[in-house]
């Protein structure tokens, strides 16, 4: 029975009973995506206890899938703090397992993969973010900034440099960053594959601009990476050039006290509604189905899911040109990340004009369609499935070379 280790990132929490829960982040139907070529599931993260699961936790372990938590950490003093104790935990999850799986960037995985380069055993890389965007000067404001940021970009490039496989978030952005080498196995496959409920089944149609929009943003408020204080600074100014628009923003984290300070400051009392994580994806897609124009203004970003659910509802979008957006919406839609001017003048443009928006609508329902779940499992499946190959070749024939008659 072969099992793989999964490193993340991701915050969990875990019950007296054992259990493993996560609030915002991937569910135990993500995990069994690396059931198609493996017996079991192992994923390491850091797992902190609490007496009872917040409402609309949802299950992280279950059949097929098991949680190995290392020490709870935040910010890189404590994962500094707690570093060895984290790397016994994490070097311990992974010493029995059959195949390992990096998902970078990530603090976790650097431990563990000096660990394994040395004693050359083989592994895998998913690159699903790019540290020198996420660590770079206006998205995080920490005094150890360039320190850390250089050495999370040069971990990641040794990492998916040195890795047997490397399966990327983007078809180009991080490829371009963080090379695989030439005798890897390397493939653009996005983590984010909708069901067929996701789509709706025609595009929007319009035969008039859209003059009072109610608009829609979605990310984490636990940094500034989504740019929603860029995005309140443009209402702003389409409101003083005499476009009052509505937004609702979903998301929470704890830069929400100063977004609603910065709301109060700029006169939008009223036409931005701060909504929280909503309860359920149906609520989400009932959401966007109700409003006019989605606006992701990131400062960084991998390969945006929020963005392609979007597209999938035929919802006309703005974008920065962070990460992988590029890779979704045409330059006609894209503006620089944290420039709240060229984000006004992108929106008043495009919900003045209906021929755009009707464009808009069918290319973005078009492009969501190649995201579909349909078209990407079974790449994902081969990708895991090389990637078992791969582990149990190279493992071999380090077993021989260590132990054969050159090592006696």
């Known amino acids: 029975m072969a099992q793989v280790v999964i490193t993340t990132e991701s915050r969990f929490l875990r019950t007296p009973d054992g259990r493993v829960w996560v609030q915002v982040g991937p569910d135990h139907a993500i995990w069994t995506r690396y059931l198609a070529a493996f017996e079991q ?43 060895p104790a984290i790397r016994r935990a994490a070097l311990a999850a992974v010493a029995d397992t059959d195949a390992v799986i990096l998902r970078v960037p990530s603090p976790i995985a650097n431990l563990i993969s000096r660990d394994l ?30 320190v850390l940021r250089r050495w999370a970009t040069s971990a990641m490039q040794r990492q998916c440099g040195s890795a047997v496989a490397v399966s990327y978030e983007t078809r180009r952005t991080l490829q371009a960053r963080y090379p695989a080498s030439p005798s890897a196995v390397s493939v653009g496959i996005s983590s984010v594959d909708l069901p067929a409920a996701a789509f709706v089944a025609t595009p929007r149609t319009y035969d008039a601009p859209v003059r009072s929009a109610t608009l829609v943003s979605v990310g984490s408020l636990e940094q500034l990476y989504k740019g929603i204080d860029t995005l309140v600074e443009a209402l ?10 509505r937004l609702v923003h979903v998301g929470v984290g704890r830069h929400q006290p100063g977004i609603e300070e910065l709301i109060v400051a700029r006169g939008l009392t009223g036409q931005v509604t701060l909504a929280g994580w909503l309860p359920s994806t149906e609520d989400l897609r009932s959401l966007l189905d109700g409003v006019d124009l989605f606006v992701m203004p990131s400062r960084t970003e991998g ?68 995201y579909s779940a349909d078209v990407l499992s079974s790449r994902r499946r081969d990708f895991y499935q090389a990637v078992r190959k791969l582990s149990a070749g190279r493992a071999a024939h380090l077993d021989a070379h260590l132990n054969g008659p050159a090592a006696r």
């Not at 192992?42 to 797992?47: E, L, N």
């Not at 699903?128 to 998205?139: A, F, M």
């Not at 509802?313 to 920065?320: Q, V, Y």
Request: include cysteine; proline fraction near 11%.
């Open 236 to 245: 702003a100014r389409l409101r003083d050039a005499g476009q009052r628009h």
């Open 117 to 146: 380069d040395r004693r050359g055993r083989p592994y895998a890389c998913e690159a699903i973010g790019d540290p020198y965007v996420v660590l770079s000067r206006g998205v995080v404001d920490h005094p150890l900034r360039p």
């Open 303 to 370: 390969l945006p899911r929020a963005l392609i659910e979007a597209m999938a509802r035929a919802l006309p979008a703005i974008g920065s040109t962070a990460g992988g957006i590029p890779e979704l919406l045409p330059a006609g839609c894209l503006v620089p990340p944290g420039d709240p001017a060229a984000l006004a003048t992108a929106i008043g443009g495009l919900l003045a004009d209906p021929d755009r928006l009707a464009e808009a609508s069918r290319r973005n329902l078009d492009l969501a369609s190649s």
């Open 41 to 83: 599931v192992r994923v390491v993260a850091r797992v902190r206890d609490v007496d009872e699961a917040p409402a609309g936790a949802a299950r992280v372990d279950g059949p097929g899938v098991e949680v190995r938590g290392v020490p709870y950490y935040e910010g890189p003093v404590q994962f500094l703090l707690r570093r």
